[in-house]
């Protein structure tokens, strides 16, 4: 058959690979300044936009979405193409999608920075920016299937299955977590309230790890680890296997984030059990990816790509084991809300996303520059460093939060708790120092690659245009009996639908009940909407991001009961929107803070935390101290909550600022009486009607019922 | 809206989720018992579990050796001979299988039965020896068959080495032999008998099988799975989160209560009396500066708590009301609730200390508030109002 000539388009894999490098050593800079405000909280420099509660949603959302995201779209662009035989689909559509990216990463950063979030974890954008991620992540599908219909190579390779995969599931996963109602341009409320917003998010929350951070980075693995090694691909049974027990079984194990909450125990229950059966899945790929260089193992040793692939695909499958262990009730207990989980997601993050990234780099631009790697001996240094300080990063972050664990249950033989929180803190210091060590070498790891790679571009010349050749793709294909899922493989548009039934089942098996059946989410009748006040001081508390070190969650141990005081239940969140539960207790849980402290204590306590807790790691707030309260939002907020079902008086809106400002005067005089001035409009005084209200109700209903019976 | 319709779904959503993955165990009993109401079962033994996973194992490795077997068998006999190991071996599972499905029906006529007076492990002798029985003769079958391969194996060794005419040569290491025969690796030099006809921009594709390890250890994985709803779900003989609260509460009040018992710690409000002693005066100063200065101020002076060194209380100045003070809190006025924090003799020092500053009038010190005290005087009017509070909480 006669061959047609065509042209890959190199450029655009050129400008992705740029944005991978630049966004991610921008992505660890903010992460090492995170780390140090851990022992060294001036770090923070009492300004708002650099405290850790804002800076810390840059870091991973820089990391995740602008780093491996980055990555995931040079990688797919460059192999796409190749093992399609064919250029992208439009060009057009390809620097739409670029810069579309670009400028959400740039938004994201500025918006979070200004403190404009959504208080849920990993999906803290605002809905403008859910808007246009959704519209740009369409613009890839269209080019990516555009390519892939138009293809020269009749079956799809294993790697563009995975493809399809993250390409279906992040697109539901983004949709339906984003559901939210606007109050304004940069403000609104999750659409789902508590035990539900809880589930939804961790839902969303694990399968961004599974088909952001993995599906899409195994995809690249199969491309480039066999090309890297020039060696077949182990098991073309095992990617089968491997790829759909991976999909079905990942979207089921969100709950496992919410173990010992107030989430109902059948949900947490499957959590467990699908976390543990994901084990044999996700090692399907690490198996694929080591066996693959079975006979190429004295080519490891010469070449620094190869190197990095090795610990990525290693370090995958450590974290792939360890999650399901994490996930086992007894471990969890032990680990959840401590920095054991922080060293977990970094052994992922560092070694496998990270590693996957500068092996691909590596590979990728002496390739595209027609020429070899500048100096291998500096990127063979590069992954030594990176090694070690994955290791210097990961141990000491383990260590503390098992220790740290270990203090917090820990009591007295006459039955009191050893240890105050902030010793617990003040104890594991020293690993938090030595984190940074590690994560410092890692970075300049990453600087020493871009160097690298500059130089490698220097030297080569760009090929923007790589000529290919091939025949096209046969009308009609052959009708004979073949393997069935050699059939599917032809079928891009089917391979679609089967990859999003299989990952829609889990979601709706576990969501749709939750939603419905309402023994789930019991009544507490003493629980009331926020007042006015409250609910202002609920958003500087989002806003600072205080559900990055703080849980409210107390779940049902001696512990934390004898800590906190009595256990969350399902029925005290109905009309938090969103949920703030948290996921790491760098603070203490704040469930049950009312009433604890006076007023005065929580007014210098935010100026200076050290004041009222010697040692403490807190960051200083002094401009809640100085900023008016913005009381005109309040309306709109209330009738905003009054769509989302919060059971606010018809035509409160209006009424809702007299009794705010009732209750600040309140809280001013409190604080006057204890040698406090300050004006009743500030924020502080807001957020500290919303620290005092929290945890109050359910203590009301104690009240009640003892008054009742005596 | 739809949420009293739904109630029934829960019960249901519950068996489908143990259902499905103890199809996948081909567990007969499982059936029988879904709709029997909470009697004493067979699976609500931990000890009959344990013995049912272990045979249940057993069973994956029987089934992995056996392939084994058939794999080596094809080497030394022509067709017929190797069908013949063929009905041989699926006999010898159906020997297996008989006995467990024999036992399946044993437990749910135990069920019904009441548990008898001599029990192991609190199952009836006949169940347990039926199940150690069962996990016998897997191991003997596991034995057999081992023999089975390693005399095959012999003779294909004897026969390579014969049909090459040299001895044995350079040995690999035993791990390396254990290591390719636990993932079943194809020797590189047969790799091309398993190249498939795909080619993706370069990229060839391998026939390889599955390692073993790595499929039986996914069937492990989901028989643990559905062993776990099971036992948390249906049979709810293991305890959910809110049950291991519960327990470890209860355990931990026996322990306390033990404790206190024999310990000469056991002072509360009532029993408390002032302590003078320099040691333990500098223990209450201890724990003082470090937990009540931040409110209270370093020498007591006061803050945002009231000041400790004059004569004025708000709850009460005797020993006793300031040990209950700190032992309760008073939580509406921001003062916390610390005898989860201290032990009842580190509260009567921390009591003593503060007691013992009083008149010290150092600098800064914040206003009178309250009652007057004086030692030995009237009882404080507060007194009956916290008697009150106390009551309440």
């Known amino acids: 058959m006669q061959t047609e000539k065509f042209y890959y388009d190199n450029k655009i894999v050129k400008y992705f690979a740029n944005a991978t490098a630049l966004w991610g050593v921008v992505g660890m800079i903010a992460g090492l300044w995170v780390a140090i405000q851990f022992y060294f909280p001036a770090a923070s420099l009492d300004y708002a936009g650099t405290t850790f509660g804002r800076l810390r949603p840059i870091h991973t959302n820089a990391v995740i979405f602008a780093f491996v995201g980055n990555c995931m779209f040079t990688g797919v662009y460059y192999s796409l193409q190749r093992l399609c035989k064919a250029r992208m689909f439009s060009d057009t559509l390809s620097w739409i999608h670029f810069w579309g990216w670009q400028f959400i990463i740039v938004a994201a950063a500025a918006t979070l920075f200004f403190g404009f979030t959504t208080g849920k974890e990993y999906a803290e954008l605002e809905w403008p920016i859910d808007i246009m991620i959704t519209l740009i992540w369409v613009v890839f599908g269209v080019n990516m299937f555009g390519t892939i219909f138009k293809r020269r190579e009749s079956h799809l390779y294993v790697a563009i299955w995975f493809y399809i995969a993250t390409w279906i599931t992040v697109a539901m996963l983004h949709i339906v977590n984003s559901f939210e109602m606007p109050v304004s341009l940069f403000k609104s409320y999750s659409w789902y309230a508590g035990v539900q917003d809880a589930l939804v998010q961790w839902w969303y929350g694990h399968n961004a790890v599974a088909f952001f951070l993995t599906t899409p980075i195994l995809g690249l693995m199969y491309y480039f680890l066999p090309k890297a090694a020039n060696r077949p691909v182990y098991s073309y049974r095992l990617s089968i296997i491997h790829f759909w027990a991976l999909i079905f079984i990942y979207i089921w194990a969100g709950p496992h984030h919410l173990l010992y909450t107030a989430l109902p125990d059948w949900a947490q229950s499957l959590g467990v059990v699908f976390s543990v059966m994901l084990i044999a899945p996700s090692w399907g790929g690490m198996l694929n990816g080591l066996f693959t260089l079975r006979g190429a193992w004295d080519k490891v040793r010469e070449e620094p790509v190869l190197k990095f692939f090795v610990v990525a695909v290693t370090c995958y499958g450590m974290s792939t084991f360890e999650g399901p262990m994490l996930s086992l009730k007894s471990v969890n207990a032990i680990a959840h809300f401590t920095d054991w989980i922080i060293g977990h997601v970094h052994i992922g993050g560092l070694g496998w996303n990270g590693f996957m990234a500068f092996g691909m780099l590596y590979w990728l631009v002496p390739k595209m520059w027609g020429t070899t790697l500048y100096s291998k001996k500096l990127a063979t240094n590069h992954f030594w460093l990176g090694t070690i300080g994955i290791v210097i990063y990961a141990i000491p972050l383990y260590w503390a939060g098992f220790a740290q664990a270990e203090m917090w249950k820990t009591f007295t033989e006459s039955g009191q708790l050893k240890f105050q929180f902030l010793e617990t803190v003040t104890n594991i210091i020293p690993m938090y120092i030595t984190r940074s060590v590690g994560g410092t070498l890692y970075l300049i790891g990453a600087i020493m690659m871009v160097y690298n790679l500059y130089k490698t571009a220097k030297k080569g010349s760009f090929i923007a245009n790589e000529e290919a050749e091939a025949a096209p793709l046969a009308k009609h294909a052959s009708h004979g009996k073949e393997y069935w899922h050699r059939w599917i493989e032809k079928r891009p548009a089917t391979l679609l639908v089967f990859s999003l039934i299989v990952v829609a089942i889990g979601g709706i098996l576990e969501i749709v009940p939750t939603f419905l059946v309402k023994s789930n989410v019991p009544t507490i009748t003493s629980v009331k909407p926020y007042t006015a006040l409250e609910l202002q001081g609920r958003d500087i508390y989002i806003r600072e991001g205080c559900y990055t070190c703080h849980s409210q969650m107390i779940r049902p141990f001696r512990d934390e009961v004898a800590r906190y005081g009595e256990y969350s239940k399902a029925g005290e969140f109905v009309y938090d929107h969103p949920f703030q539960w948290g996921s790491k207790r760098t603070g203490p849980d704040l469930a049950r803070l009312g009433g604890k402290y006076p007023d005065s204590w929580h007014y210098n306590h935010m100026l200076d935390p050290r004041s009222m807790s010697p040692g403490s790691i807190m960051p200083n707030y002094p401009w809640l101290l100085d900023n008016d309260l913005d009381t005109a939002s309040t309306p709109a907020k209330i009738r905003a909550m009054q769509t989302l079902g919060v059971p606010y008086a018809e035509g409160y809106d209006a009424k809702a600022n007299k009794d705010l400002m009732t209750q600040a005067n309140g809280i001013r005089i409190s604080l006057k009486m204890d040698k406090i001035e300050t004006p009743a409009n500030k924020e502080i005084v807001a957020l500290i009607a919303y620290l005092q209200r929290l945890g109050k109700d359910i203590k009301a209903e104690k009240k009640t019922e003892t008054a009742a019976a005596n | ?393």
């Open chain 2, 1 to 393: 809206m739809f949420t009293y319709k739904l109630h029934f779904i829960k019960p249901f959503l519950r068996k489908l989720f143990v259902a499905a993955p103890l199809l996948l165990l081909g567990s007969v009993a499982a059936a029988q018992q879904t709709g029997s109401a909470p009697a004493p079962s067979i699976w609500d033994n931990a000890l009959a579990l344990t013995m049912l996973l272990i045979s249940l194992v057993l069973l994956l490795v029987i089934a992995l050796l056996a392939n084994v077997v058939l794999g080596t068998a094809k080497l030394h006999f022509d067709k017929q001979k190797k069908s013949g190991t063929a009905a041989k071996i699926v006999s010898i599972l159906l020997l297996f299988l008989a006995p467990s499905i024999l036992h399946a029906q044993n437990a749910a006529a135990e069920a019904v039965a009441p548990a008898g007076p001599s029990s192991i492990g609190g199952l009836t002798p006949l169940t347990f020896w039926v199940l150690a029985g069962v996990i016998a003769v897997e191991l003997l079958v596991i034995i057999v068959m081992g023999l089975f391969v390693q005399r095959f194996l012999a003779k294909e060794k004897i026969a390579v080495a014969a049909e090459e005419g040299i001895a044995v040569k350079t040995k690999p290491s035993g791990f390396k032999v254990w290591w390719d025969k636990l993932n079943s690796f194809k020797p590189m030099e047969q790799e091309a008998n398993i190249v498939l006809d795909h080619n993706y921009d370069g990229i060839r594709e391998l026939d390889n099988r599955l390692p073993p390890w790595w499929l039986y250890g996914f069937y492990v994985t989901i028989i643990i799975g559905g062993i776990y709803l099971w036992r948390y779900h249906v049979s709810e003989t293991a305890p959910l989160s809110k049950q291991e609260f519960e327990i470890a509460m209860k355990k931990a009040d026996e322990e306390k209560a033990a404790y206190l018992a024999k310990a000469a710690n056991n002072v509360d409000e009532n029993t408390v009396t002032l302590m003078k002693e320099v040691t333990a005066l500098d223990a209450g100063k201890a724990a003082f500066v470090q937990m009540c200065a931040a409110c209270h101020g370093k020498a007591g002076e006061g803050s945002v708590g009231p000041n400790l060194t004059d004569d004025y209380w708000l709850h009460g100045g005797s020993i006793n009301d300031v040990f209950k003070t700190i032992k309760y809190g008073w939580p509406e006025k921001g003062m916390k609730a610390w005898q989860d924090d201290f032990s009842p003799v580190q509260i009567a020092q921390i009591a003593s200390y503060i007691k013992s500053l009083n008149g010290t009038n150092p600098p800064n010190g914040k206003e009178k508030q309250g009652d007057l005290y004086k030692e030995n005087g009237a009882a404080p009017a507060t007194d009956s109002t916290a008697k009150k509070e106390v009551v309440i909480k």
